[in-house]
């Protein structure tokens, strides 16, 4: 069986032939032998598409499932945590020590924003997002923005 590319190049070689005035009935013929190796293709390449995307989906619960496990350990950590600091605050100098661990309070500093229109702007990192959905529908109407433009795209459909 033919691969994808060079069904493509058969159907290239057709077109050319077409193009150069080629007898009907020769690449009408070529396009009836090549016809069935495109449909028999494009089903198998379809086949493995839909198999790869349940993989993903698959993956995708998986992932999630993951995720939903290791913010419960996160949770389950912080948790005990907060238990050992409440312990070790009844402790005589908030230090204890052990043959495997030493447990004491460290102090650190952090910043708290209370109001970000007060912070000058040396400390303010601006980022910029475009909402496409609105400006597309602004740009279908006719509009034209300076710096974008919109792009029609082609893409496959498998049903």
Do not use: H, W
Request: charged share 35%; hydrophobic share 40%.
């Amino acid at each position: 069986m033919a691969t994808i590319y060079e069904i493509a190049d058969k159907y290239k070689f057709i077109q050319q032939m077409i193009e150069e005035g080629a007898d009907p009935e020769v690449f009408a013929e070529a396009l009836k032998a090549i016809d069935g190796e495109a449909a028999e293709k494009l089903e198998a390449y379809a086949m493995v598409i839909k198999n790869v995307d349940s993989d993903i989906n698959g993956l995708d619960a998986e992932i999630k499932r993951l995720q939903e496990r290791k913010k419960s350990m996160q949770n389950n950590v912080a948790n005990m945590k907060e238990v050992m600091g409440m312990l070790l605050k009844t402790v005589e100098g908030n230090r204890l020590k052990t043959d495997k661990f030493t447990f004491s309070f460290r102090k650190s500093t952090k910043v708290v924003i209370d109001n970000i229109d007060m912070i000058p702007e040396d400390f303010v990192r601006k980022l910029y997002d475009v909402n496409k959905t609105d400006l597309k529908k602004y740009m279908e109407r006719g509009a034209i923005v300076n710096g974008a433009r919109l792009l029609e795209n082609q893409s496959l459909s498998i049903r």
